[in-house]
Nanobody, 121 residues
Framework: QVQLEESGGGLGLAGGSLRLSCTAS????????LAWFRQAPGKEREFVAT????????GYADSVKGRFTISRDNAKNTLYLQMNNLKPEDAAVYCC??????????????WGQGTQVTVSA
């Protein structure tokens, strides 16, 4: 069973940057699609970004397009989310997920516990 662990969350400034990482403490990320989702208090889980297992294909929610970049390093068994030009509405718990690439959370089999991102205006 795959176990995913996120890191890199914390407090960011509006207009600033943070980089999230997701590693597999058990199992491999190499052969599967990966994604980031987020959930803010009182809101539903929201798709953020996805990447194919090769890393060639990516997809983003409109709310983060042009500001966030998803990438993966299969050799390091790690997924990344570079978040630039942060906005207060980006504040949420960010979770990584492994499964079929895409924006639907139902297609992902394994999830991390999440890392909190807070944005200060």
């Amino acid at each position: 069973q795959v176990q995913l662990e996120e890191s890199g969350g914390g407090l960011g400034l509006a207009g600033g940057s943070l980089r999230l990482s997701c590693t597999a403490s058990r199992g491999s990320l190499s052969n599967y699609g990966l994604a980031w989702f987020r959930q803010a208090p009182g809101k539903e889980r929201e798709f953020v970004a996805t990447v194919s297992w090769t890393g060639v294909s990516t997809g983003y929610a409109d709310s983060v397009k042009g500001r966030f970049t998803i990438s993966r390093d299969n050799a390091k068994n790690t997924l990344y989310l570079q978040m630039n030009n942060l906005k207060p509405e980006d504040a949420a718990v960010y979770c990584c997920a492994e499964g079929a690439a895409g924006s639907r959370y139902q297609t992902y089999d394994y999830w991390g516990q999440g890392t909190q991102v807070t944005v200060s205006a």
